[in-house]
């Protein structure tokens, strides 16, 4: 079993005509387990990544097919040059997908296979705590901050850019997260919510 302790921080988006606000606060601190076995799936996932590839790149794919029969078939029905642009667009905006993508899953990957399996490991039970965690609170996205030693270490201003918090916030979530326990001390408490999967 594998801990996490985090922190919530709550985002609300604003749009009025002046533009787009944000309004953010910080929310109360969770602890997250997952299994170990549920780890080392993701951390396969994350190293043989073919199957991950063929999921995220398939609308793409469609995207791409669409625009090439569209721009080929349809082109002599309709006018010409407007039908083959659009299924011109449609086929380049495919292929950018598929490149976008395909480049995240293996800059991912890279990253993993650079780090000691322990590290690799961790990092996969983290990337499971961010997909099972909750992501809205009402109208209110939620993001969450690792209580751990690499983020104690952080300056408000590393924090802050890390996590995407505006100033003031960074300097709250700073102070209660030098004021936590890390470790496996940290599960103790009985006023935080706790969550297992």
């Known amino acids: 079993m594998m801990n996490f302790r985090v922190l919530e921080v709550h985002t609300l988006h604003i749009r009025d005509f002046s533009g787009e606000k944000i309004v953010q606060a910080l929310g109360e601190f969770r602890n997250f387990e997952i299994e170990t076995a ?5 951390l ?13 790149t398939f609308p793409y794919f469609i995207l791409f097919i ?3 029969i569209f721009s080929l078939t349809l082109a002599d029905k309709f006018d010409a040059f407007a039908v083959k ?10 292929v950018s997908g598929i490149i976008s993508e395909t480049r995240k899953i293996l800059i991912q990957r890279k990253n993993f296979l650079s780090m ?27 993001t969450y901050i690792p209580v751990n030693e690499g983020t104690k270490n952080l300056s408000v201003h590393e924090l802050a850019e890390k996590y995407n918090l505006l100033e003031a916030i960074s300097k709250k979530a700073f102070d209660l997260i030098r004021q936590q326990k ?14 297992k999967f």
């Open 116 to 142: 000691n399996s322990d590290e690799a490991l961790k990092n996969s039970a983290w990337q499971c705590v961010l997909k099972i965690a909750p992501k809205k609170f009402g109208d209110n996205d939620l």
């Open 182 to 195: 890390t470790g496996a001390d940290f599960l103790r408490p009985r006023n935080f919510s706790q969550i």
């Open 38 to 42: 549920r780890a080392k799936s993701e």
């Open 85 to 94: 642009a659009l299924g011109i667009i449609a086929a380049f905006c495919g």
């Open 44 to 56: 396969r996932a994350v190293l043989y990544p073919f199957k991950k590839i063929l999921r995220k």
């Open 66 to 68: 669409a625009g090439i």
